[in-house]
């Protein structure tokens, strides 16, 4: 093996060591994202479900007035 000026034969193992730990990193970020759009997705949903029931709501109370006259 053959070294380049200033570098040591001991560097390599830190090598692998900073890259297992940005692969680390790497997959935390992304670990994060999902759960934050899986989050976001179901908080859209309930707000979505909840629209809905509302709007099911208002046109019951419409059925209800219009059945009384």
């Given at each position: 093996?053959?070294f380049?000026?200033g ?21 935390n970020?992304?670990?994060?994202a ?24 208002g ?11």
């Open positions: 093996m053959v380049a000026p570098e040591k034969p001991g560097n390599e193992p830190e090598e692998v060591q900073l890259q297992n730990a940005s692969k680390q990193i790497v997959q970020a992304i670990l994060q999902v759960r934050q759009v899986s989050q976001e997705s179901q908080h859209r949903e309930e707000r979505i479900s909840d629209s809905r029931s509302h709007i099911q709501l046109v019951g109370e419409l059925t209800k007035k219009h059945e009384k006259k």
